[in-house]
C-alpha cells in the first residue's frame, strides 16, 4: 500500500496547475445518461473515483473513450472524456460497485427518468457520517416516482415518466439538488426547487444540462426552476476548477510560507475560504493566471469558523483549516455543521504534537511553536490532506499511511507540491 513521505520545513514556490472539479465531475459523468448522444467531457481530473464511476456508467452500458494526449498538452492538462449512453442495458446499479462510491448513488435520477425504473444499492454511510438519502427519495417522489426499498435496494419506478412538481428541502443537500435537477430535466411539466443548494458545482451541472438541451434556471441560487423536457442531445463541456485543491493548496502554502500561484483557480468559487486566509495572515490576490498565495514570515493569526453551505466556509476545508491553525498565535476555534463525524484527523494531528480540544461539534485549537513529523494514518480524502499540510511544516520526517485516500480526490499531489520545493515522495511498498 503506497504512503507519502514528507520532510517538512521547505516554503514553496512556483506555480500550482488547478484540476477540474471532482464534485462537478461525478455528477456530470452521471449526466450523461440522460441522453443517448455523446456528452464530451474537457477538463476531467485523473482520480480514484473518476475511474470507479467509468466502471458503474459502463455497467449500465455507457461506452467511455478518453482521447490521448495532443501536441503542446503537458502532463497536468485534463482529459477529454467521451460519454455514450446509446443504450442503457441494465437499469440495476449492484451493491459492490454502489458501495465503494457514494456518489454512484445519483445514478437513480437520470435511470427513471429516461428508462422510468432504476434499482440502486443504499451507498451506506462512511467515515464522516451516516449519510442516508431520505431528501434524494422525496425528491423523486416529488416528481411522481414510486420508491420502494427491497433488499438493501433503492427502487424507482415511473413507467409512464417523471411529472414536474415543488420540492422543498428541509435542509440544504447538495446531492438532493443534483438529484432533483436531473430528474427534472426530463419531467413532463415544471418543477421548482426551494431551498436548493447554491454549490457551483450545481451552477456547472446544471450549465452543461443547458448546453444538452434542458431549461433549467437559477441554478446557483436556492431557488431553481425546470422546464421539464422530452428528450436532451449530446454536448460539450468544460468541467469547472477545482475550489476545494484550490483551498488546499493555498492552506499549504499558507502552512509553510512562500509564494505560489493556482494556476486556473477562480477566486469567486471559495471567496469564504480566501477571506479566511487573509485573516490568518497570507497575502492572498486574484491574478490572471488565478490566484497567488504568500506568506512570508509574518506569523499566522488564530481565526474562528464554522462550516456552512456554499457560500459560507466549505466542510471540504475544515481539516485543512484546522491543520493550518495549530500553528497559529493564539486560540482558534472551528465548528462542523454538516457532517456529523468529520474530525477523525484531530487525534493524527495530535500526533504532530498538536493541541485540539473537541467538545460537541467544536474544535478548540490552541497554536503551538513547533510542529515535529510522526507517522499518521488517513481516514478519509480530506483528513488524509490535512496530514500532509501538518506535514510540510513539521520538522523532520513524517509519514503518511493509506494514501488511497488522497488519491480518490487530489490528482498528483505529490508532484504538484514537489515542483513547488517540498520535500515530498510516493513509498510504494
Ligand atoms: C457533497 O456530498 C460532496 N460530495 C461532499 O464532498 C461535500 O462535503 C458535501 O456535498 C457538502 O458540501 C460530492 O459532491 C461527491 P449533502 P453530499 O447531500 O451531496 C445530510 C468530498 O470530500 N443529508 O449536501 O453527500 C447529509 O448527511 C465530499 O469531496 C440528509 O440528511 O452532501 C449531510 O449531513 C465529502 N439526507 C448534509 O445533509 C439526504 O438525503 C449535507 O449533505 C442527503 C443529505
Redesign the pocket.
Known amino acids: 500500500m503506497d504512503r507519502i513521505r514528507i520532510v517538512g520545513g521547505q516554503p514553496l514556490h512556483g506555480t500550482i496547475p488547478i484540476s477540474g472539479a471532482?464534485?462537478?465531475t461525478?455528477?456530470l459523468m452521471i449526466a450523461s445518461l440522460l441522453t443517448d448522444q455523446t456528452l464530451i467531457l474537457d477538463n476531467v481530473p485523473r482520480l480514484a473515483?473518476v475511474v470507479q464511476l467509468q466502471r458503474i456508467l459502463g455497467n449500465h452500458g455507457v461506452d467511455i473513450m478518453t482521447s490521448g494526449k495532443r501536441p503542446g498538452d503537458d502532463e497536468y492538462k485534463g482529459q477529454t472524456m467521451h460519454l455514450s449512453a446509446t443504450r442503457i442495458v441494465d437499469t440495476t446499479a449492484p451493491y459492490e460497485l454502489v458501495s465503494k462510491m457514494?456518489?454512484s448513488f445519483?445514478v437513480i435520477a437520470p435511470l427513471v427518468a429516461r428508462m422510468g425504473e432504476a434499482r440502486v444499492s443504499m451507498p451506506g454511510g462512511?467515515a464522516?457520517?451516516?449519510?442516508?438519502?431520505?431528501?434524494?427519495?422525496?425528491a423523486l417522489e416529488r416528481l411522481s416516482a414510486r420508491i420502494d426499498v427491497d433488499g438493501g435496494y433503492v427502487v424507482a419506478r415511473a413507467p409512464d415518466g417523471l411529472k414536474g412538481g415543488e420540492i422543498n428541502f428541509p435542509?440544504?443537500?447538495?446531492?438532493?439538488?443534483?438529484t432533483a435537477v436531473m430528474a427534472a430535466s426530463l419531467a413532463s411539466g415544471t418543477t421548482v426547487i426551494e431551498n436548493a443548494?447554491r454549490?457551483p458545482?450545481i451552477a456547472d451541472v446544471a450549465d452543461c444540462l443547458n448546453k444538452m438541451g434542458a431549461r433549467i434556471s437559477g441554478a446557483g441560487t436556492s431557488r431553481i426552476v425546470i422546464e421539464g423536457v422530452a428528450k436532451l442531445h449530446g454536448a460539450w463541456h468544460k468541467v469547472v476548477p477545482d475550489r476545494?485543491e484550490t483551498g488546499t493548496y493555498a492552506m499549504a502554502v499558507a502552512m509553510s510560507g512562500g509564494d505560489v500561484v493556482l494556476d486556473g483557480a477562480r477566486p469567486e468559487l471559495l471567496q469564504s475560504a480566501l477571506d479566511v486566509l487573509a485573516l490568518a495572515g497570507a497575502e492572498v490576490s486574484a491574478t490572471n493566471q488565478g490566484i497567488r498565495i504568500a506568506r512570508n514570515g509574518a506569523g499566522l493569526r488564530p481565526v474562528e469558523i464554522t462550516t456552512e453551505?456554499?457560500p459560507g466556509f466549505?466542510?471540504?476545508l475544515q481539516a485543512q483549516l484546522m491543520a493550518l491553525m495549530t500553528r497559529a498565535k493564539g486560540t482558534s476555534h472551528i465548528t462542523e455543521t454538516?457532517?456529523?463525524n468529520?474530525f477523525m484527523h484531530v487525534q493524527e494531528l495530535a500526533r504532530f504534537g498538536a493541541r485540539i480540544h473537541l467538545d460537541g461539534e467544536t474544535a478548540t485549537i490552541e497554536g503551538v511553536d513547533r510542529l515535529k513529523g510522526a507517522p499518521v494514518m488517513a481516514t478519509?480524502?480530506?483528513a488524509s490532506v490535512s496530514l500532509v499540510i501538518a506535514g510540510l511544516a513539521a520538522e523532520g520526517e513524517t509519514m503518511v499511511n493509506r494514501v488511497y485516500h488522497l488519491d480518490?480526490?487530489f490528482e498528483r499531489l505529490e508532484d504538484k507540491l514537489a515542483r513547488c520545493g517540498a520535500d515530498i515522495v510516493r513509498v510504494s511498498s
Open positions: 471532482k464534485n462537478a461525478l455528477p473515483d457514494r456518489a445519483w462512511c464522516i457520517g451516516t449519510r442516508p438519502v431520505d431528501l434524494l427519495i422525496m435542509k440544504v443537500t447538495v446531492s438532493g439538488t443534483h443548494a454549490e458545482e476545494i453551505p456554499f466549505p466542510t471540504d454538516i457532517f456529523e468529520r478519509d480524502l480530506r480518490r480526490g
